[in-house]
């Protein structure tokens, strides 16, 4: 058991590294780029990109220390058999899932705009795992994977703060998982919902989990 003490808010969290996955979440060109699934609804994609910086630092981190290291991306079969029609009627024609937009069929897997950005892309090895919904416990592996392999705690990382980040934290949280977000590399199209939604996770005690960054983190690594 190799324990680290993170400063953390509502207070500090304490580890074991043996037992701690770091999870990437939909770092997707969908979500970062121009003219993907993020700006067709409206948003100003250049928000997301203050994350990569800090993500980097923490995969890099996460590599030499060894830690189980789990990308995520949200997307659906080119069918959209794995897409709930109230996944696409809410949008107008042209801007829905599985239309056509600079990057291929939005949100479609196996299409440009599906992939993880070249930045923070994942190394051989690293578990990369389809998710038709916002968390990532939804329709996939998440839960057994992390149980069969001891994790107990999942450092948040990725996009967006307040919908796929969020929707997994809750998720990750009624299932027994402590989840630890770091502030800096999640990010929202949002910073008002950004700051709201850090805000629940963290209050009452941290009813949901705990918040800190990515400083705190790898403080708390190189002291160990
Ligand atoms: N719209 C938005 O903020 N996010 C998503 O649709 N998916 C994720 O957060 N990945």
Redesign the pocket.
Known sequence: MQLIKISAEPHPVTIDLGATALLV??M?KD?LYPAG??AF?G?DVTLLQRTIGPIQAMLAAARTRGLLIIHTR?GHLPDLSDCPPTKLDRWAPGTRIGDVGPMGRILIRGEAGHGIIDEVAPLPGEIVLDKPG?SAFYATDLEAILRQQGIRNLLIT???T????N?TVIAANDRGFNAIVLADCVS??SPERHAATLATIKAQGGIFGWVTDSTAVLGALSAA
């Open positions: 979440i939909d997707q979500f699934f993020g609804l948003n949200e916002k990725g996009v967006t307040d919908v796929c980040c929707a929202s199209y």
